[in-house]
């Protein structure tokens, strides 16, 4: 999965106004296709379709895949290797778009947005935690954080003051000076997790959070990931094969066969 926070251009457009989730029309923010979607859902993908081509073959990864999720909830998806998470992640965030179906996030349906205007609405509404944390070596670890309000418009105090409380809220205030690559996995992934949420974004996806940690330190990361979700009222879908993530989600879904089915229902298959 790519970095929105390095790879995508800037786009020249006048200031964001942040993250206001009450915004006027912008093509970060367009209008709810949808207002009277549910309260309470805040994303909901609708028969996904994704499948891939290889050579003569097309490879079905995701096949008339449905997901809805609550507002506040932490949905941990569980799934081997090679069983489409990564695939669906990008595109509950709009990085891709399937072959059929669509998403909808907070009563916007992000698959009829042109890439211009995807981007623009993840960088407002959706924050990302990768499996190798993916910060970038040249800023410190304070200007990490601050990146992504910086490309929403946020202002200088309003930016620093987010995220010298969101590193303090991850235990390494202490390191704002300092440049990723001295710290360990563990700390790295917190300031990942600390960028993810600061701009307080309605939406956290994460792709293996855990997978380059040990399982001390992940269980570390994922209980102050947790507490910090719940804090901000964010709202975190986590694809991950550590069966470790299940005490702390709220729901729980297994992919099978290109689709995913909710653990309660599938038990007694839990071999993810
Ligand atoms: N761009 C692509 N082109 C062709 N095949 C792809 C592409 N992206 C993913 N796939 C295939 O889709 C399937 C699902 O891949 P995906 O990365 O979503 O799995 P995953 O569940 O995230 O696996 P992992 O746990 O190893 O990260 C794999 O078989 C992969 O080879
Ligand atoms: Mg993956």
Do not use: C, W
């Not at 379709?49 to 949905?75: N, T």
């Not at 990768?130 to 910060?135: A, D, E, G, H, P």
């Amino acid at each position: 999965m790519t970095n929105p926070h390095i790879t995508e251009p800037r786009i020249p457009d006048k200031p964001y106004p942040g993250n206001s989730r009450a915004g006027k029309p912008h093509p970060g923010n367009p209008q709810p296709d949808n207002p009277h979607a549910g309260n309470h859902t805040i994303l909901n993908a609708d028969s996904l379709v994704k499948s891939y081509k290889e050579g003569e073959k097309e490879r079905m990864v995701l096949d008339h895949l449905s997901l809805s999720v609550a507002q506040d909830d932490m949905v941990v998806l569980l799934g081997r290797s090679g069983s489409g998470k990564s695939t669906l992640l990008n595109l509950l965030s709009g990085i891709d778009r399937p072959d059929k179906g669509s998403v909808t996030i907070s009563g916007h349906n992000i698959t009829r947005l042109d890439e211009k205007q995807r981007t623009l609405f993840r960088r407002a509404h959706i924050g990302f935690v990768f499996q190798s944390f993916n910060l970038i070596p040249t800023l410190t670890v304070l200007e990490n954080i601050m990146l992504p309000m910086e490309l929403n418009g946020f202002g200088d105090r309003r930016k620093h003051d987010a995220a010298r409380n969101y590193l303090d809220e991850v235990g390494l205030l202490d390191r704002s000076d300092t440049y990723p690559d001295r710290l360990s996995g563990g700390e790295q992934q917190r300031v990942a997790i600390a960028r993810a949420v600061a701009h307080e974004p309605r939406l956290i996806l994460a792709d293996e959070p855990t997978g380059n940690l040990d399982y001390k330190t992940g269980s570390h990361v994922t209980g102050i990931f947790h507490q910090l979700a719940k804090k901000t009222g964010s709202t975190v879908i986590i694809a991950t094969h550590d069966q470790n993530m299940r005490r702390f989600a709220d729901h729980i879904y297994l992919f099978n066969e290109g689709t995913i089915h909710s653990a309660g229902d599938m038990s007694e298959q839990a071999d993810a």
